[in-house]
């Protein structure tokens, strides 16, 4: 499903260079979950954007469901973005002006699809996160829990097959986190593959699947298989 | 998509309708003081006879000794010399020409209901309305018969019939013009004219005559030009049969001349005339000269529209760029504040492309509103213009064209002006603005 072989990030002012990621390699398996931990700083984020083609490489290759990112342009990494990745945000990210509905809408109209079948989806997705009354309702009238479930619905309205989730739960209390990691395996029991960064090693070990990533390279990987834990080292 | 775009930039005029209100108000002024002037530009350097422009053409003979000069660019005469008008006239040609003059009346009727008034004429022959494309409400323009009689007949326009004769149909009405009374043989329709492109001797903007006459009344009556009159040598003229045979120039000469060769044929018989002329002691110059100039050309040549108000058009524009710099900061400012959204939607599947769109949508909406509101503070500013000046009356108006222009105008500015800040929050990075919102 995706595929990162010494990919490289440095960002570059006049006065530092900071290496983000560092011969970054990881391959993720379709249907995994899998939890991404370290420190701040340590280039979780970035490589979540990376992977989700909202930043550039420097360096080496990136693969996606078997597409080469680093040979696509601005609208083709656009295209693979809204039709493999749905996102969720540790701040939600709803658009204030417009309704749940219409939030759920905008990656559905980027990608064309027709109105009726725009409607079908949304109401769908509003129904798995249990929203389907408040349709009409903006965002800044719902609760926390209730935003993320909400960009949980816009993240699964394009039936995505790879939800990059960055501190999903961080904005929310402990009932509301339950609440939304629940979801966050739900969906991934129902196929889509999800690679979720935090902070919360708690969180993560409900994860199957666990790296860590220290000084932008991976530095740990811990594979929970039930009350069994499998530790090995730089993911080897 | 366009349609979603039009929603999302309504939306986004009513999240900050201040600032909108603002840009839109900017827009405003600046296209409101910019048609208003370009509309008056419009009107003044507008073809006053599209359909025939290029086929009427002003006649000027160089008259003038070798050694005169006259103040014109080419140094040529504007206006005939009666001999030569008349000469012109009777030349054995099929083209239509009319000779013509401005003077003008003391007007009555036998009757205390109306008080006399100043009337203006034009003398001229009865060709006059068919070359001009004018039309007749009643009756018609005067017979070759009458004109070579100088009858006292008169064509008068709408608005004199109606004041005179309530609107009736008054052909064959006796008007009393100074001391002599005169047979109505037509009245002419509303002849809406912006420019008196025919004689630009006394203002290209004044009204037209309320009279029309024949030409040959002006040796039977002695009727002296409204117009200017001008020599270039001393003459003694001491009778008027003495100004109708000098070389004061004071007669407008105009030719139809419908395909190149009826105009090659004319200007042929215009250099025999002058060399036939030449035998008899007149046009003493080494090269013989003419000029025929169509409408558009004539008007070009007589500075219709001044060098001023080709400035004020300039300035008005230097303006509106004011403007648009004003709204291009508010742009800015409105646009990358709302980069956090833009950096959701670029993540959710917006191409930069798509975003880009979407802003320039939005500007191309502002200007759309402004445009609106500029032709509503543009017609204020003509209705100014128009009280300034009687002869702006007629010009202080938009067309159509302007009309259509505005928006046009506004758009497409507001597009430019909007060009860069839609760029540059199209391309900013979104992972910064994902992270902190």
């Known amino acids: ?236 | 998509m366009f349609i979603h775009y039009l929603d999302l930039s309504w939306r986004s005029f009513k999240r900050t309708p201040l600032v909108s209100f603002l840009m839109v108000l900017a827009i405003a002024i600046g296209i409101g003081i910019t048609m208003t002037s370009l509309s008056v530009y419009h009107m003044m350097s507008a073809d006053p006879i599209p359909e025939k422009s290029s086929q009427l053409y002003s006649v000027q003979l160089q008259t003038m000794d070798d050694g005169s000069t006259w103040w014109t660019e080419d140094n040529m005469p504007l206006q005939l010399t009666y001999q030569d008008a008349e000469n012109l006239l009777n030349a054995p040609t099929s083209e239509k020409k009319v000779a013509m003059m401005r003077t003008g009346f003391s007007v009555y009727l036998d009757s205390d209901k109306i008080k006399p008034f100043i009337g203006s004429a034009r003398m001229t022959t009865p060709d006059f309305f068919s070359m001009f494309d004018l039309s007749f409400l009643y009756g018609g323009a005067w017979s070759k018969e009458q004109e070579n009689s100088a009858a006292p007949v008169v064509v008068i326009t709408q608005e004199i019939n109606d004041k005179l004769f309530a609107g009736k149909n008054s052909v064959g009405e006796l008007i009393y013009l100074d001391d002599a009374s005169y047979q109505v043989a037509g009245v002419i329709n509303h002849w809406p004219l912006n420019i008196k492109y025919y004689d630009l001797n006394n203002g290209a903007f004044n009204q037209v005559e309320e009279l029309f006459m024949p030409f040959s009344l002006i040796k039977a009556k002695e009727l002296v030009s409204w117009g200017n009159s001008n020599g270039w040598k001393h003459e003694n003229t001491p009778t008027f049969a003495d100004k109708l045979q000098s070389e004061q120039v004071w007669i407008q000469f105009w030719a139809e001349l419908n395909t190149l060769e009826q105009k090659q044929a004319y200007q042929n018989y215009l250099l025999a005339y002058m060399q036939e002329q030449q035998k008899r002691g007149r046009f003493n110059r080494k090269e013989l000269e003419y000029k025929l100039r169509d409408v558009n050309q004539w008007m070009q040549y007589n500075n219709v529209v001044t060098e001023d108000n080709k400035i004020l058009v300039g300035l008005s524009f230097m303006f509106l760029g004011v403007c648009l710099a004003n709204i291009l900061g508010l742009l800015l400012a409105k646009f990358l504040r709302r980069a956090p959204e833009v950096g959701v939607r670029r993540a959710l599947g917006a191409s930069k492309r798509q975003i880009f769109l979407q802003h320039l949508v939005e500007v191309a909406m502002l200007g759309f509103i402004g445009g609106m509101l500029g032709i509503v503070l543009a017609q204020l500013g003509l209705m100014g213009v128009g009280q300034s000046y009687d002869y702006y009356e007629n010009l202080a108006t938009m067309d159509l064209t302007m009309l259509l222009s505005a928006p046009l105008i506004a758009i497409t500015t507001c597009i430019l002006a909007g060009l860069y800040p839609a760029w540059l929050v199209c391309k900013t990075n979104p992972a910064i603005y994902l992270k902190s919102q």
């Open chain 1, 1 to 236: 499903m995706l595929q990162m072989n010494n990919v490289s990030k440095v960002y570059q002012t006049e006065m530092v260079q900071t290496h983000a990621l560092r011969d970054f390699n990881l391959q993720v398996n379709e249907g995994e979950f899998i939890a991404v931990t370290g420190p701040s700083g340590s280039g979780k984020t970035t490589f979540l954007n990376i992977a989700g083609m909202l930043e550039p490489f420097n360096e080496g290759e990136y693969l996606l469901d078997g597409v080469n990112v680093g040979s696509l342009n601005d609208n083709q990494r656009a295209d693979l973005r809204n039709q493999k990745i749905g996102f969720i945000f540790q701040g939600f990210n709803l658009i204030p002006d417009l309704n749940l509905y219409e939030n759920i809408e905008v990656p559905l109209r980027y990608r064309g699809i027709k109105a009726n079948e725009r409607k079908r989806r949304i109401e769908q997705c509003l129904e798995q996160v249990g929203l389907a009354s408040r349709a009409k309702h903006l965002p800044q009238q719902l609760s926390g829990g209730q935003q993320q479930r909400v960009a949980i619905a816009r993240a699964l309205a394009g039936e995505p097959r790879f939800l990059l989730a960055d501190e999903p739960t961080g904005n929310l209390d402990s009932l509301m986190a339950r609440q939304v990691m629940e979801l966050l395996e739900q969906i991934n029991r129902d196929g889509a593959t999800i690679v979720m960064v935090t902070h919360d090693s708690e969180l993560a070990r409900r994860a199957p699947r666990n790296i860590q990533v220290v000084d932008g390279q991976l530095a740990d990987f811990t594979l929970y298989q039930g009350a069994q834990t499998i530790k090995t080292a730089s993911g080897v």
